[in-house]
C-alpha cells in the first residue's frame, strides 16, 4: 500500500527564518511527487511535480527536492503570506490504471511577522 | 482560481438524505477526479473520469457514485447519508490520464450532515 508521512506536522517560524519541509513515501513505482499549498477551506494548490531522484525544482522562496525515499521543500526567508498547509502526495504505477493522488497530512506552516 | 468550478460551496442536510455535488473541470481538461477531505482521514481519492468514462475507482463507498457528462462535467451523488460523510468534497482535472500529469483542484464543496 503506498504511504506518505510528512514531518513536522506543524511548524512556526519568524520571518525571515528559513526551514525544510518533509514527506516521506512508499510507494510502488513512483510516476510522480506532487507538492500542493492549501490555505484554509480552500482548495489545494498546485506548486511543484517531481519525477525522479535527483531532480529539483524552484518558484520564489520554495524548492522542491526529491530522492528515493523522500522530498523535501525548502522556504528560504519566509513572508507571512507563505503560512499555509503544505500537501505532499505521489502518484504509483498501480495495476488499477488510476491516476489519483495519494497524499501526506499535511505541514501547517506559520510564518510570524 | 484554478478554473475548477464546484457548486454549492456549502450544503447542510440530514441523515438518510441524498445530495448531488457538480464540477466543471478547466477549459481543456478531460479527466475529472474527485476527493474526499476530513480531518482524520486527509484527503482521499474517490474516484476517476476520463472524457465520459470512468477510469478508477479509489476508496469510494457504494452509497456514492458519479458520473461525467458528454460536456465534460461531472456529478457526485452521496446517498444514505451518515454523520460521518461530513467533510470537503473536492475536484481536479487534468488535461489528460496519465503518469505525472498536474490536477488542479476546485474550491470544494463543505458537506455537513446533521
Known amino acids: 500500500e503506498d504511504q506518505v508521512t510528512q514531518s513536522p506536522e506543524a511548524l512556526r517560524l519568524q520571518e525571515g527564518e528559513s526551514s525544510s519541509l518533509n514527506c516521506s513515501y512508499t510507494v510502488s513505482g513512483l510516476r510522480g511527487l506532487f507538492w500542493y499549498r492549501q490555505d484554509p477551506g480552500k482548495g489545494p494548490e498546485f506548486l511543484f511535480t517531481?519525477?525522479?531522484a535527483g531532480e529539483e525544482k524552484e518558484k520564489e522562496r520554495l524548492k522542491a527536492t526529491l530522492t528515493k525515499k523522500e522530498s523535501f521543500l525548502h522556504i528560504t526567508a519566509p513572508k507571512p503570506e507563505d503560512s499555509a498547509t503544505y500537501l505532499c502526495a505521489v502518484q504509483a504505477r498501480s495495476g488499477g490504471g488510476a491516476d489519483g493522488l495519494t497524499f501526506g497530512k499535511g505541514t501547517h506552516l506559520i510564518i510570524q511577522p | 482560481d484554478s478554473g475548477v468550478t464546484q457548486t454549492p460551496k456549502h450544503l447542510i442536510t440530514a441523515t438518510g438524505q441524498r445530495v448531488t455535488l457538480r464540477c466543471s473541470p478547466r477549459?481543456?481538461?478531460?479527466?475529472v477526479y474527485w476527493y474526499q477531505q476530513s480531518l482524520d482521514q486527509g484527503l482521499q481519492f474517490l474516484i476517476q473520469?476520463?472524457?465520459?468514462?470512468?477510469?478508477a475507482k479509489g476508496n469510494i463507498l457504494e452509497r456514492f457514485s458519479a458520473q461525467q457528462f458528454p460536456d465534460l462535467h461531472s456529478e457526485l451523488n452521496l446517498s444514505s447519508l451518515e454523520l460521518g460523510d461530513s467533510a470537503l468534497y473536492f475536484c481536479?482535472?487534468?488535461?489528460?490520464?496519465?503518469?505525472?500529469?498536474?490536477?488542479?483542484f476546485g474550491p470544494g464543496t463543505r458537506l455537513t450532515v446533521l
Open positions: 473520469y476520463y472524457n465520459g468514462e470512468e477510469r
Open positions: 477549459s481543456g481538461d478531460l479527466s
Open positions: 481536479a482535472s487534468s488535461v489528460a490520464p496519465g503518469g505525472g500529469i498536474e490536477q488542479f
Open positions: 517531481l519525477y525522479s
